[in-house]
């Protein structure tokens, strides 16, 4: 690099999901989000809940980028979230510090975020599950950071493998984090309503005693199947 970057980026401007479309989700399982995607969207499973929702969470994101062994950028956000949003804060993976603990997940839930999700580490575990904000990360360590930047806010980032831009669409419950593009809120949650449908139907017959799903009978007795003895 041929001179330093700022210690900090902001975009504090981008389209977020209507209301009408968060309704469309709430409720839904990663699980099932995933299966209106093509089995596609889920992070990596190493980033698991410290404390995940009772059921799930269906909000906005709001995006940041934090060097290793810094959370400037973290902390940034209480100047931009807006309540409701979960904070989705990549790190590169990095997990020798922790990007947060429980004083700025308190502020942040004060700010109005409803959960927090980050391919970095955490600490003050006791006290991050008393502030009460759903937390994933990616690891715990009791090391922490410097908030020097640089960092940014509100720009697109890669966490936990998969592409996250602000405005899209979070779904995290105890299984994982499921993020939906913006551009696909509305044929996704299309998909998800036929995937809820389905899904329950099965469950009633499984509930009733279902024992073998009917498309097994198209799998055995086909050449693609031998037997042997």
């Known amino acids: 690099m ?25 409720g839904a399982y990663t699980a099932q989000v995933v299966d209106a995607m093509e089995g596609r969207g889920g992070m990596t499973p ?10 799930s969470i269906a909000a906005p994101v709001l995006t940041a980028f934090a060097h290793p062994a810094d959370n400037l950028a973290l902390a940034a956000c209480l100047d931009v979230l807006q309540k409701g949003d979960v904070i989705v804060c990549a790190a590169d993976g990095y997990r020798q510090t922790a990007l947060t603990g429980d004083l ?33 990360h990616g690891g715990v360590t009791p090391n922490s950071p410097a908030r020097v930047g640089p960092g940014t806010v509100g720009l697109d980032i ?29 044929d996704v949650a299309d998909r ?28 055995f007795g086909t050449p693609k199947v031998r037997e042997v003895d």
């Open 158 to 186: 890669l966490c936990g493998g998969v592409a996250v831009s602000s405005g899209d669409l979070v779904v995290a419950d105890r299984d994982g984090v499921v993020i939906v593009p913006h551009d696909r809120i509305d």
């Open 2 to 26: 041929l001179e330093d970057p700022p210690i900090l980026t902001v975009r504090r401007k981008f389209p977020r999901p209507s209301e009408a479309q968060l309704r469309r989700f709430r």
């Open 46 to 55: 190493d980033i698991k809940p410290q404390i995940p929702p009772a059921v």
């Open 104 to 136: 700025l997940c308190g502020m942040l839930r004060n700010a109005g975020a409803i959960g927090v999700v980050t391919d970095g580490a955490i600490r003050d575990q006791d006290g991050v599950e008393g502030m009460g904000l759903p937390v994933w």
């Open 192 to 219: 998800l309503d036929q995937v809820r449908a389905g899904e329950a139907a099965m469950e009633a017959k499984v509930r009733a005693g279902l024992a073998r799903p009917d498309w097994l009978d198209n799998v």
